[in-house]
């Protein structure tokens, strides 16, 4: 099936530091999305993205997080600085609709924040 | 606001036995779906329901919804070790279309 790819599947930081995440979505898909996921518990949304443009975010989409798709191809989260509490799971998804029913989610990059 | 519940569980149970899992929503929903995430990998979309749906069959599962006490199920039968995932419900609210909530899922292990 249609496959999103994350790289890289695990980051470690220091505290302070910017950290960009990267996916790349599935090819003829225009709706893209930022899942956290802490250990042991349930995906939480961040962000979606639509046409250059952020759709709707979430509370804990701080305003030290950013996201964009430069070139038409990654679509990355930027987290600038980072903090103890962004170490998680990013998984970012993409769909073809807008209505999100269909999602497909990367395997995550795993975020660790020293 | 939480779009989704799920009533949080751990099942162990053996190869072959059937399973079901429940979830549960404070508000109205339009779509139910359930996935499935194995460890180190992304969800990945089981079956979708609708909320003009009752029930929705996929090979050994099947989903219902029941949109009166806002509860859905999926139940998986003759389950396989490679079953054994956390099992996720997710909502999408009929004014929110392009956010999927989840809840916070059900770990589903099968021995062999």
């Known amino acids: 099936g249609p496959k999103v790819l994350q790289i890289p599947s695990h980051q470690i930081i220091d505290m302070g530091q910017m950290v960009t995440l990267n996916c790349d979505p599935v090819?003829?898909?225009?709706?893209f999305y930022w899942y956290k996921q802490i250990l042991g518990q349930q995906m939480e949304f961040l962000v979606n993205f639509y046409n250059g443009k952020v759709m709707e975010k979430s509370k804990l989409f701080k305003d030290q997080f950013s996201v964009e798709r430069p070139d038409g191809s990654y679509f990355t989260l930027k987290i600038q600085p980072t903090a103890l509490e962004d170490s998680a799971v990013y998984f970012c998804?993409?769909?073809?609709?807008?209505?999100?029913?269909?999602?497909?989610f990367g395997s995550g990059t795993r975020l660790t924040v020293l | 606001s939480q779009w989704g519940e799920e009533n949080l569980q751990a099942l162990s149970i053996q190869e072959g036995e059937d399973v079901t899992m429940n979830c549960s929503y404070k508000?109205?929903?339009?779509?139910v779906q359930w996935y499935r995430q194995k460890s180190g990998k992304g969800p990945a979309q089981l079956i979708l329901?609708?909320?003009?749906?009752r029930e929705k069959r996929s090979g050994r599962l099947r989903a219902t919804l029941d949109t009166s006490s806002q509860s859905s199920s999926l139940s998986i039968t003759g389950t396989l070790a490679t079953d054994t995932a956390v099992y996720f419900c997710?909502?999408?609210?009929?004014?929110?279309?392009?956010?999927?909530?989840f809840g916070t899922g059900t770990s589903l292990l099968v021995d062999p």
């Open positions: 090819s003829n898909h225009l709706y």
């Open positions: 329901i609708r909320s003009n749906e």
């Open positions: 508000t109205y929903t339009t779509v």
């Open positions: 997710a909502a999408t609210p009929s004014n929110m279309g392009y956010k999927l909530t």
């Open positions: 998804a993409s769909s073809l609709e807008q209505s999100a029913e269909t999602l497909y």
